[in-house]
């Protein structure tokens, strides 16, 4: 009987059964409205006997929530929640990777009636693996796992730091991805530059995508370091640093002066000047040169040209007559202007058919000469029309003989004395 009322049979789920004096009630999946009190009863022609029982259907713990797995970072906080249904009381269990786990500073658990939390505190990479809660109560046992992945900041990316294609104000920059992602993909790279005079860094990308960047903003001249730094969803890690300095120039230089400017010509408003190239092209090709004048006497320099000029000489005109000139010349190529070259010889603007006096510009200099060896004066005259040039000694003029060579070249006037000796001595005169 159940609660006073005879327990009739249910095929396939209630059924009673006699074997050996032994009588059994068999209830097969049992059901909550089973629960009860249940009472045997036997009975003969000479009374009865009673013997009972109470039933009490329990329900077993079941998991109602549990992470599957949680991805937590390094050094950081965190808990976990775990649900669970069924009677009371029950007794809680943790196990990580099939060793229970005891409480610790880092690792403690508060048991409610139907949760648990868990708290991790400065979690480190030893407390990855996985976990099983296991729930038990009078009817039964439930268990529930979870992985807990722990993930840090990406170690320093791979170098070297490369630096390529510097210029006057930009370069390229290209690492490698870091050896370590901290368990957690890398999202982007840091790219940070220090001018060498100062200590302070200065991001220039906070957000790169990719394992090179183009820095631009560079001031042509100074140096700078470089450095770049991975980054995942914990933040950014440790810098891979640049060895060298890199210094914001061109790839090539500028290049060398070029020649000294020759007058070959002059007229009564013009000068015609010719020059050598550089000797270094500075490792660009010279693009051109620039022509610079100015008066004797005179601080300021003019730039004659108003475009580069291709060709080895110009020609320049718009000169005042009667006044000394000189002049110089840069040469420019992709790195910029040469040094100027030396200055050119002075020079008056004068017409050269123009009347002019005898000038002389190269006096004679005294020489001192070994007997039996040459002796050499030359002096440089000028003037309109051409000057007819007197050689004297002392009073007597010489004529060009097998003794004394006279040479004209010019405006270059030479006496040569041939196997000089003592009457030989004298005051020589270019007149």
């Known amino acids: 009987m159940k609660n006073g009322r005879e327990v009739t049979g249910h095929p396939g789920r209630v059924e009673t059964s006699e074997h050996n004096g032994v009588f059994t009630l068999t209830i097969f999946e049992l ?27 329990g329900a077993p713990p079941r998991i109602e929530h549990i992470p599957s797995e949680l991805h937590l970072p390094e050094g950081d906080n965190s808990k976990v929640k775990v649900k669970w249904s069924g009677d009371l009381p029950f007794e809680v269990e ?6 229970k786990v005891s409480e610790t500073h880092k690792f403690k658990m508060t048991v409610f009636d139907e949760f648990l939390i868990i708290f991790l505190r400065e979690i480190t990479k030893d407390m990855e693996g996985r976990y099983t809660v296991k729930v038990s109560n009078e009817s039964g046992t439930a268990e529930g796992s979870f992985h807990l992945y722990i993930s840090g900041v990406p170690s320093a990316p791979i170098g070297p730091l490369d630096v390529s294609h510097v210029s006057n104000h930009t370069c390229q920059l290209a690492w490698h991805p870091p050896e370590y992602d901290g368990g957690s993909r890398v999202t982007h790279y840091v790219v940070e530059r220090r001018d060498v005079k100062f200590e302070h860094w200065i991001v220039i990308s906070s957000f790169c995508k990719s394992t090179s960047y183009t820095v631009q903003g560079l001031s042509e001249g100074e140096e700078y370091l470089f450095r770049v730094r991975a980054a995942n969803a914990n933040g950014s890690g440790p810098p891979l640093e640049g060895v060298n300095p890199v210094k914001a120039k061109a790839p090539y230089d500028v290049p060398s002066p070029p020649g000294v400017p020759e007058i070959s010509e002059v007229g009564g408003d013009f000068v015609h000047l010719s020059w050598e190239r550089p000797e270094q092209d500075g490792g660009s090709r010279v693009k051109g040169y620039w022509v610079e004048k100015r008066e004797v006497g005179m601080n300021v320099w003019q730039r004659v040209n108003q475009f580069i000029h291709n060709a080895t000489q110009l020609n320049i005109d718009h000169l005042i007559e009667g006044r000394k000139y000189e002049f110089r010349i840069f040469a420019e190529n992709e790195a910029g202007l040469s040094q100027p070259s030396s200055n050119s010889q002075s020079v008056v603007v004068r017409d050269p058919e123009e009347p002019q006096p005898p ?14 060896k040459n002796a050499r004066f030359a002096c440089k005259v000028t003037g309109c029309p051409k000057p007819k040039v007197t050689w004297l000694k002392g009073a007597r003029e010489l004529f060009d003989s097998a003794k004394h060579e006279i040479i004209v070249t010019g405006n270059l006037y030479e006496l040569v004395i041939k196997g000089v000796f003592g009457e030989d001595e004298d005051t020589y005169t270019c007149r």
């Not at 009472?39 to 009673?50: K, L, P």
């Not at 943790?94 to 060793?99: L, M």
């Not at 000038?359 to 039996?372: A, D, F, G, R, S």
């Open 359 to 372: 000038e002389i510009i190269q006096p004679l200099k005294t020489q001192q000469c070994v007997e039996n």
């Open 31 to 57: 059901w909550a409205i089973d629960e009860g009190e249940y009472t045997c009863q036997a009975y003969n022609h000479f009374g009865y006997s009673n013997t009972s029982c109470r039933l009490k259907v």
């Open 94 to 99: 943790i196990f990580k990777d099939g060793k």
